[in-house]
């Protein structure tokens, strides 16, 4: 029996993630947060600015919700960046590091989500777009490795 490992052939979190439904999936749950977060943004921003100028300084948990929008941003441009094979071992880890930071920034989101007191059907489909968002990032960190793999097994 042999050891060997084969790089040719995709897993299965990289063939669910790239099969047509899930990719109109996430492009639905893609265009129903990026408003959210650039309103966010914005709004986050504003708190922030008032703040320095009101207090001179910047409260934590402001700053805190200020960077859960700018992660969220962040994980966009790793999705979108890993949609093309890495050039270069910078190019490739920062790749995976802006996927982590949007899984990270999602999940977060989710904790906070399961916590609050609201309607369960808002709730539900919030973490239910979410969580596609994580799958796409850990069925584009598993290509990414996979492809790595290959090209240094040659």
Known sequence: MSTMMRYDRAGILERLTSNTLFTVLLGIAATVLVPVILYS???????????IMLIGAVPWEILGMLLLPIGGMVGYVGLFQARRPATSSADYWATLTCL???????????????????????????????????????????????????????
């Open 41 to 51: 943004f914005t709004q986050f921003t504003q708190c922030v600015l008032l703040g």
């Open 100 to 154: 982590g930071v949007g899984i990270a920034a999602a999940g977060t989101v989710i904790g906070e989500l399961l916590t609050i007191d609201i309607d369960y059907r808002v709730v539900a489909g919030f973490i239910v777009v979410l969580s596609l968002l994580i799958v796409a990032a850990l069925g584009r960190i598993v290509r990414l490795r996979r492809q790595r793999a290959a090209a240094q097994a040659i």
